[in-house]
């Protein structure tokens, strides 16, 4: 670890501590529907959005009317990306023309998009066409985005409103993250990125002539080993900048390229690298400080802020340390006759970011529920690849995903305080509305939900020649590859360990339905939590009112938040990348 690792982890969160308050203050005004520097301009469309599809602003839903307008949006937007995949080869802009896409990938990548996952079991560049990238897959990166916003500004009016029945409009809430949050800043950081040399074109791929032609070995027809020498490559390239944009900004993950922002056409240079992480966590820091405003308590919004940092710190701290330290079958007592490795594990990373910024790439990733990489993290030391492992079980909720981190830290939040209450023997309250059983019933199923799809299915794919048949490594490593998969699907995180190999039929289905269950049966108990909190009147604070707005009350909420992973998690990681890393000390590896 180097003081220059560090100072450039340190001037990411202070950057991303400045942008809090302002981009979360308009956050506020507008899901508030108060005044904004953009009204001018987009007043007028939303008003002709409205009257085009019939929406009135003024009506707004009980939590059931809203959790169904947004199951009707998303299973539509899923349909229609499914018959794009499957008819591409026939539709226009597919320069390359490639084929449809098979029916349980196509299914598979529906899914994903759709519930913000972006998990990708198959190669961009050579799958999805021009039209299906742009249509299709950066669409729903929008969508999926929106649709969490919104269910988090919900969540948020539940807490906030009294004696209410209602907790907004889906519709409206929709297509004002649409227009005023997303579309904005992905017009201008598209700029940004093509300045920095992220392509951006609708042009067929390139061939080009290799300087030094190679020889490459081939499997003949009869089985037999050939040599061939291959002196041209084929160039991808395509509308690249305004997907990575929304990829980032929409904590989505869904790279254009196969090698996702480790490919110098997605994340060229160190400012753009520097510029997708600070996007990735804009909007969930901004959220804590519109709950707050929101709320009529920015200090509880900011100690909210100041437990995810905390967690957020250690994770990236971990991974770095783990990183920088390396191998111990190349610097330790074990070390392998002639294996070096001074500079700490560089494995799976690219040179022009080095190990600090894959480090804090990989920890932001999969705090929030972006999933984007810039290394491999199935190449990365046991204990440097448990943290992101162990972020997406937490729920992701270390500013999460957009919309997602929060309304996931809230349900922490009602379990925190609950645990209050039962400590001093008072009736637990949250902002002045009293938590009972049914919100903490509601809180606990959403809680458990994910844990179950996770552990389930992991279980089978185990036990299972058409699970383990898919993994690279034997061992703890292959557990951890199985495991990372289907907690990146059911925590809707979408990267992987990368030495997995997920294109099969029953990959491509159990972690779609993994997708499914961590998304939508998740988000409804959240929703009757909203309604429920929102039917009820606040009462004042007394001197039995646990404060939510001070460092005591940080710390209960992240113990919550570790017991529960790892009491949930534990078995599971000591099978896996504990005892890796157990085993690699011992000198043995996998």
């Known amino acids: 670890m180097t003081v220059n690792g560090w100072l450039q982890i340190g001037v990411f969160l202070a950057v991303i501590f400045l942008l809090t308050k302002p981009l979360g203050i308009f956050l506020f005004r507008v899901f508030e529907r108060k005044r904004t520097i953009l009204d001018f301009v987009l007043r007028p469309i939303e008003k002709l959005i409205y009257r085009i599809v019939g929406v009135d602003e003024r009506k707004e839903m009980p939590w059931t009317e809203y959790g169904i307008a947004m199951l009707l949006f998303s299973a539509v937007s899923m349909i229609l990306l499914y018959l794009m995949e499957r008819f591409q080869h026939w539709l226009p802009l597919n320069p390359q023309k490639l084929a449809n896409v098979a029916p349980d990938l ?14 990708q079991a198959y190669t961009p560049e050579s799958t999805m066409s021009y039209l299906t990238q742009m249509a299709g897959l950066a669409y729903h990166n929008f969508a999926s985005a929106a649709v969490g916003i919104a269910l988090a500004i919900a969540l948020i009016r539940g807490v906030s409103r009294n004696e209410s029945k209602t907790i907004g409009n889906f519709w409206v809430d929709l297509t004002r993250c649409f227009l005023w949050v997303l579309l904005p800043v992905c017009l201008a950081g598209s700029l940004v990125l093509v300045s920095q040399g992220v392509v951006q074109n609708l042009k067929p791929y390139s061939t080009v002539q290799l300087v030094e032609p190679q020889t490459v070995q081939a499997q003949g027809p009869d089985g037999k080993a050939l040599t061939q020498v291959v002196a041209q490559q084929v160039i991808a390239q395509g509308p690249a900048a305004s997907q990575e944009i929304i990829k980032m900004f929409g904590t989505n993950g869904g790279g254009f390229f196969n090698a996702n922002s480790a490919h110098p056409y997605e994340n060229p240079t160190p400012f753009s690298n520097f510029f997708e992480m600070i996007l990735i966590f804009a909007i969930p820091s901004a959220l804590t400080y519109a709950l707050g405003r929101m709320t009529g308590s920015p200090r509880h919004g900011w100690a909210i802020w100041a437990a995810m940092t905390a967690l957020f710190l250690a994770g990236v701290g971990a991974t770095y340390w783990a990183e920088a330290r390396g191998n111990a079958q190349l610097t330790g007592v074990n070390q392998i006759a002639g294996a070096l490795q001074s500079g700490g594990n560089m494995e799976g990373k690219e040179v022009r970011f080095g190990i600090a910024n894959t480090a804090l790439f990989a920890t932001a990733t999969t705090d929030a529920s972006c999933g984007a990489v810039n290394g491999m993290h199935d190449s990365f030391t046991p204990l440097g690849g448990m943290v992101p492992l162990v972020n997406i079980m937490l729920g992701e909720v270390v500013f999460g995903g957009v919309g997602s981190g929060l309304y996931g830290m809230l349900v922490f939040v009602i379990l925190a305080v609950f645990i209050a209450g039962l400590m001093v023997g008072r009736t637990p309250e949250y902002l002045g509305k009293k938590i009972e059983a049914f919100d903490v019933k509601m809180a606990m199923l959403s809680v458990l939900f994910s844990s179950l799809t996770i552990l389930v299915f992991a279980a089978v794919a185990v036990l299972a020649k058409f699970g383990t048949s898919s ?62 909190l929102a039917r009820k009147k606040a009462a004042p604070a007394s001197l039995g009112t646990f404060p939510v707005t001070g460092p005591l009350f940080s710390v209960l909420l992240v113990s919550t938040i570790l017991i529960v992973g790892a009491l949930t998690f534990f078995p599971a990681l000591s099978l896996g990348p504990i005892l890796e890393h157990l085993l690699m000390l011992a000198g043995k590896s996998f």
Request: proline share 4%.
């Open 106 to 119: 196509a299914w598979n990548t529906a899914v994903s998009f759709t519930t913000n996952t972006n998990w």
């Open 471 to 532: 993994i690279s490594n034997t061992g703890p490593h292959g557990l951890s590859q199985i495991l990372y998969a289907y907690t990146s699907s059911a925590g809707n995180n979408g990267s992987a360990f990368a030495g997995l190999s997920p294109n099969t039929l029953w990959y491509n289905t159990s972690t779609a339905f993994a997708m499914l269950l961590g998304r939508f049966f998740v988000v409804i108990p959240i929703l009757a939590i909203a309604g429920n």
